[in-house]
């Protein structure tokens, strides 16, 4: 039904869609942010956040405050804002939504397995975890040995259990393997996402099919950087590339033979989309590269809220809110530290 | 002549309290440092002034006061903490009014922190105990729960294998049973052939989950005996009771256990060991019950300690509570105010009425002198560009129709304030939809209910439904009385009419007509007195004898009403001295109005009470149609024709009188004003040459004649159409009144004499049950629903678009009464 969502998305989406927009009005713009970065102590930072949508959330926690703290109480409030919109979803939107914290029980995955490998305690690993890719048997992670039994014991229970299909090998876990497992991983979901949105049609692909798009090129080329000196193989490597994408399929090949950053360079000007985010670096720079790519991410993730009746807009408002954690931890950080003349460094800003 | 007498009158009418908002005056505080808490304090309490922010570019944490906000908010938080905490051990923070002196912020401060970290101390032991106390439970669960599935399996197992446990526990020490909490689990000793176990008692929602991993992490081999726990225990977190379940894994080897142990971790289970040997479960058991018994003591003492630590401070949590606001209140407002150059005094600006500055000085004045400062409070007049605020002084009568006009949009500064009609208006206009004196009785005796109770349910919290029911409990009264009113009229007691007033005026012409077929009436004496003749009452003519009657009414009803309108916004424009909307507005407006409609009223009205029989459509559409043509029958009185074309032509007038003369008008003032301008600037040549383009532009900021053409074209268009439209709207002042009657007639026919008619008791009571509570649901609460909607519609929409504005602020003092009203 290409084109005609307008006639039949607000009989299940329109209450959410309306209530999605709602939050996203609630995002901070460069007004809090200018307040923020003239905090002098994280109450002041306490202070401003009570003026918003976060302050019930903060509201109750005693004076001397830490940043974890904040962002652990902001965090609650983009998850209890997830689990409304989930509990009021109806197919294909609770899906939809469902596949949106996927990411994060990747990652949850790789870190208490990289813990229990380190000898951490289970219970510090798990306060760590993002309350988002939570699972129920997530504690038993610790239990396995390596990546079968991981798949034979927990996975199996999950929605990541498809995705674990390239990765089932008898190996003991090292760090290198679990790095590969959460490439894998990731890559068989990013392509599950695409297909999935794919299936919807309309409007929903269109865009989801930007922004994922955008996702997979920017891990194809953070997997790139972060392996060059490693003892992976070129082959090995480009295994991990996601198969859909700008880059596919011929700057892949290409990215898989780079030796330094600026072979990296060379292969991601070709493309016209990265080629400002890779302008804008001086040679041999990588640190502002995630924030390049962040803020490019933003805003991509904006415009998806320039169209009506589709459901790139949760994913988008995920993530956006997300980003917003993410600068008021680093704006945090900075206070805390008394380094605020870095704060700038990090933030970007959504509007 | 006439018109100045009328001026002269006018103009010596008294001030109507309510008609006008009050006069407001823009004033100015200069208040020296030392006086300012005080004062501000002290104008919280009278609650008169609103402050404006002057810091309004500033974000909270660069104000002045934000440290004493911030130890606010800590304050709160903490009272948050202890109300919290109260609710939980379950004792209600009764506001016992204790008189005692007031304490000053600091102390209060240096109090709650030590109640604070009293109460923590206190929790953080208790839940030490209580997590022991929790340990011991379990255990004791485990211990009842688990010896039942080893005497079982033991009876199942091979005798030898028995024997083999029974040996190994016999080298097992048991000695250390003291240190039970400590030792996190026991199994039976490294036993490569036999069975071991581990038992331990887990949250019954993880019961399925953590069998199925067990499950697999052993690959099946495995024996999982479950069983669920007598009592409930509390989680220590949540302080929620929990359903738990204890169970008994069997298992052989080494990697098993080492599996199952972690897999019990991570699923929260705790584990408690179990010897198999009877005797021992017997003097373990003994040893956990009496521990049991002691901890439970210590925790009952702790307890009652901690719920009297909490009861002190219940008493004066809601005072607390209510100083802390009122002190942030007053820090909030003293961000507001700016500090002066000197850094000696804060300077506020604010509005208050006019008739309160006296009231002020005084506060400020006693201010200063309880503050034993030197110099006085400034206080003064000064002028505003921004229009002032709107405040109406309503007393708890009209405060609910001062609401319904405010939930349109607040009136514009002194504009003529529809709720002074409001008050008869809706009410009546409701029952004319709403006539019924048996449902007028039934809602007068709930508007009563709730007014007798005033004083009782002011003071507590109520449901938001009930809050709006009790809200507008006056409107209810008045409603209820006006539908008492209007059901005598239309003489309906829960749709049955009476002989109140007299006997009927008909009879029948002869014996033979029935009650139930009433034709061939005949009047045989004066008219019923007052409101509608009972014998229309099952007539073959009552409908068409009602409905006439109603929708006459209404048109009456909704002329009168929009006239009233179009008057108002004479005097509007009266009282604002704009003589242009008189002229080119009010007076075309009246004009066309009453031409086409007003005269359709004068028709109704000649037609009862000549009793002509003439057609008022034919007459109405034909005066459009064709004005010339004869009327023939359907004149109703001498000059007829000649006046309808008189009255057409004039309509015809007033819309171009209305539309063209003043933007036209408003242009030319413009363009004078401007050209007085111009030469003004041309004076001086150097500022001529970069004041051109500028100027040029102001006037066109200014002035945009196409757009105040199409405003008025828009307002002119909106009203004419609107007059049309506006009448047939009061047409539902008719459809309403007669789906209410004829509702009320459906029940009170098709239920409750159809039951009646039967002779058995119970079919009598059921239907006198489904005509109560078809009454009381549909009746009395849906229709009662409707028909309000139905009147603030035509208030909002046909009354209020003659003349209200309502494009003005509500004026919100700085007050502590409104402060604490709004505590969560």
């Known amino acids: 039904m290409y084109g005609f969502e307008a006639l039949t998305f607000n009989i299940h989406g329109g209450y959410l869609e309306a209530i999605v927009r709602g939050h996203r009005s609630g995002l901070f713009t460069a007004a809090d942010y200018n307040n923020l970065c003239q905090c002098e102590t994280l109450d002041d930072i306490k202070m401003h956040l009570s003026a918003t949508e976060y302050g019930p959330y903060l509201q109750n926690e005693p004076s001397p405050l830490h940043t974890t703290t904040i962002v652990e109480k902001c965090t609650l409030k983009l998850v209890d804002e997830y689990k409304h919109m989930l509990c009021q979803a109806t197919e294909p939107l609770s899906t939809f939504l469902e596949y949106c914290r996927y990411g994060h029980m990747i990652d949850n995955v790789v870190l208490i397995v990289t813990g229990t490998l380190h000898e951490r305690d289970v219970q510090e690993l798990l306060e760590k975890c993002h309350p988002l890719g939570m699972f129920d048997s997530i504690a038993s992670l610790a239990v396995a040995q390596n990546m079968r039994e991981l798949y034979r014991l927990v996975l199996v229970d999950t929605p990541l259990a498809p995705y674990f299909s390239e990765c089932i090998t008898s190996e003991d876990l090292d760090d290198m393997n679990i790095e590969i497992m959460r490439n894998t991983l990731y890559k068989a979901y990013l392509e599950d996402f695409n297909r999935f949105c794919q299936k919807l049609g309309g409007a929903t692909a269109e865009i989801m099919s930007d922004l994922l798009a955008f996702e997979a090129d920017r891990r194809a080329v953070n997997i790139t950087i972060n392996s060059i000196g490693t003892e992976l193989t070129r082959d090995d490597r480009k295994k991990l590339y996601s198969n859909f994408g700008l880059l596919y399929p011929y700057g892949h090949e290409e990215l898989a033979v780079c030796e330094d950053l600026d072979q990296v360079r060379g292969v991601m000007e070709k493309y016209p989309p990265y080629q400002s985010i890779f302008s804008r670096l001086s040679y041999g720079e990588s640190q502002l590269l995630d924030k390049a790519f962040y803020e490019e991410e933003v805003k991509r993730l904006c415009l998806a809220f320039e169209q009506q009746f589709h459901y790139a807009v949760f994913f988008a408002y995920i993530r956006l809110r997300e980003q917003e954690i993410r600068n008021l931890m680093w704006i945090s950080e900075c206070v805390a530290q008394n380094q605020k003349s870095r704060v700038h460094d990090s933030v970007v800003f959504i509007f | ?824």
Not at chain 2, 491 to 518: L, M, Q, W
């Open chain 2, 1 to 824: 002549m006439v018109l100045e007498k009328m001026e002269m009158f006018l103009d010596n009418l008294q001030p109507m309290d309510l008609m006008r908002s009050e006069k407001m005056s823009f004033v100015q505080l200069i208040i020296p440092a030392e006086s300012a808490h005080r004062a501000i304090s002290y104008l919280g309490e009278l609650g008169l002034l609103q402050f404006r922010d002057l810091n309004a570019d500033k974000s909270p944490f660069q104000r002045t006061f934000v440290n004493q906000v911030k130890r606010c908010g800590e304050m709160s938080r903490k009272l948050r903490f202890f109300k919290d905490q109260i609710n939980k051990a379950g004792l209600l923070s009764s506001a016992h009014p204790v008189i005692e002196p007031d304490v000053e912020l600091e102390e209060l401060e240096i109090q709650l922190g030590e109640h604070e970290n009293e109460l923590i101390e206190m929790n953080s032991n208790s839940e030490k105990l209580q997590q022991s106390y929790n340990e011991l439970l379990e255990f004791k669960m485990v211990l009842q729960k688990a010896v039942g599935f080893l005497v079982s399996s033991n009876s199942h197992a091979v005798a030898e294998e028995t024997e083999l446990n029974e040996n190994v526990y016999s080298n097992d020490d048991y000695g250390e049973t003291t240190s039970l909490l400590e030792q996190e689990l026991r199994s039976v000793p490294s036993n490569q052939s036999g069975l071991r176990f581990i038992s331990g008692i887990i949250p019954r929602s993880k019961v399925v989950r953590f069998e199925r991993m067990l499950f697999r992490a052993t690959r099946g081999n495995m024996l999982f005996n479950q069983a669920p726990a007598d009592e409930e225990i509390m989680d220590p977190v949540s302080t929620e009771m929990v359903e738990k379940t204890v169970f008994v894994v069997f298992f052989s080897g080494e990697q098993a256990r080492t599996k199952i142990l972690k897999i019990c971790e991570a699923f929260g289970a705790n584990c408690y060991p179990v010897p198999e040997d009877v005797t021992k479960q017997r003097q373990i058991t003994r040893e956990v019950l009496s521990r049991l018994s002691e901890l439970e003591a210590t925790l009952d003492a702790g307890i009652r300690h901690r719920n009297k630590a909490l009861a002190s401070i219940g008493y004066q949590l809601t005072k607390w509570m209510n100083m802390v606001k009122r002190e942030k209140a007053v820090y909030d407002t003293l961000n507001m105010l700016n500090f002066d150059v000197t850094k000696k005094c804060l300077v506020g600006e604010g509005w208050c009425p006019s008739f309160a500055k006296a009231q002020i000085q005084e506060t400020l004045q006693r201010a200063t002198f309880d503050s034993n400062s030197q110099v006085g409070i400034i206080f003064h007049v000064m002028d505003a560009l921004e229009s002032p605020p709107t405040y109406f002084r309503t007393n708890r009568f009209t405060n609910a129709f001062q609401e319904i006009v405010d939930a349109y949009g607040v009136a514009r500064y002194e504009e003529a304030n529809p709720a002074v009609y409001t008050v008869v208006t809706f009410p009546f206009l409701f029952a004319v939809m709403f006539g019924d004196w048996g449902h007028g009785i039934c809602l007068l005796m709930g508007a009563l209910i709730l007014i007798a109770r005033e004083s009782k349910l002011s003071s507590q919290k109520l449901g938001s439904f009930m809050e709006m029911l009790f809200g507008g409990r006056y409107v209810l009264l008045l409603m209820a009385l006006f539908s008492i009113y209007c059901g005598l009229i239309y003489n309906e007691f829960f749709s049955v009419p009476f002989h109140i007033f007299g006997g009927s005026a008909y009879k029948c012409r002869d014996t033979t007509c029935s009650d139930a077929h009433i034709a061939g009436l005949m009047k045989y004496r004066d008219p019923y007195p007052f409101g509608v003749d009972p014998s229309w009452r099952g007539s073959r003519s009552e409908l068409p004898f009602l409905n006439s009657l109603k929708m006459k009414m209404s048109i009456l009803l909704g002329v009168a009403q929009m006239n009233l309108g179009i008057i108002l916004s004479y005097f509007n424009a009266r009282f604002f001295g704009n003589s242009l909307d008189i002229r080119y507005q009010f007076v075309p407006q009246i004009i066309f109005l009453n031409c086409l409609f007003g005269y359709l009223s004068l028709l109704i009205i000649i037609k009862w009470c000549s009793g002509s029989q003439a057609d008022l459509y034919h007459v109405m559409i034909y005066m459009f149609l064709s004005p010339t043509d004869d009327l023939g029958e359907n004149q109703l009185f001498w000059g007829q024709r000649p006046l309808q074309i008189l009255l057409l032509l004039l309509a015809l007038i007033a819309v171009p009188w209305m539309l063209l003369p003043k933007p036209f008008i408003l242009k030319k003032l413009h363009t004078e004003r401007f050209q007085g301008r111009t030469y003004g600037i041309l004076g001086t040549s150097e500022m001529d040459l970069d004041m051109e383009p500028g100027s040029a532009r102001s006037h066109h900021d200014d002035f945009n004649f196409s757009e105040v053409f199409v405003h008025q074209m828009i307002h002119s268009i909106e009203f004419v159409l609107g007059a049309v439209s506006n009448t047939a709207s009061y047409l539902r002042l008719w459809a309403l009144s007669l789906a209410h009657s004829e509702l009320s007639t459906v029940f009170y026919e098709k239920v409750l004499l159809l039951a009646w008619g039967y002779d058995n008791i119970i079919i009598r009571l059921v239907g006198l049950a489904v005509f109560a509570f078809a009454t009381a649901f549909i009746l009395l609460m849906m229709e009662t629903l409707s028909a309000f909607l139905h009147a603030l519609r035509l208030h909002w929409v046909e009354f209020q678009n003659k003349f209200y504005h309502g494009d003005g602020y509500k004026f919100k003092p700085f007050s502590f009464a409104s402060i604490t009203e709004d505590d969560d």
